[in-house]
């Protein structure tokens, strides 16, 4: 179970993991959550101001989900760091 002290490392134990690997589980969560609490606020503002760009929510909702994926994947596989940081990079560079 992941507790509150490993929640950004992905919940892999902090001293099987060396410090530099630790890091970046640290930074990609951070940007994963950043990603999300932006996408939220963006649906809500949408709605909120009634915005009617064909597609914008649902694309939204999409990246969002897909950012529940990569949060998820990365505490099953430890593998998967680089590709995540990939996308979630991509994910920053095309919409904020």
Not at 6 to 24: P, R, Y
Not at 60 to 84: A, W
């Amino acid at each position: 179970m992941i507790s509150r002290t490993n929640f950004f490392t992905s919940g892999w134990d902090s001293e099987a993991v060396d410090s530099e690997l630790k890091s970046k589980f640290q930074m990609i969560n951070i940007a994963i959550l950043l990603s999300s609490v932006g996408l939220i606020a963006g649906i809500m503002l949408n709605i909120v101001q009634n915005i009617n760009i064909r597609g914008l929510i649902p694309f939204e909702l999409l990246l969002l989900g897909m950012n529940v994926f990569l949060f998820i994947l990365l505490r099953y596989k430890k593998e998967t760091l680089q590709l995540v940081s990939l996308i979630e990079t991509g994910q920053f560079t095309l919409l904020f």
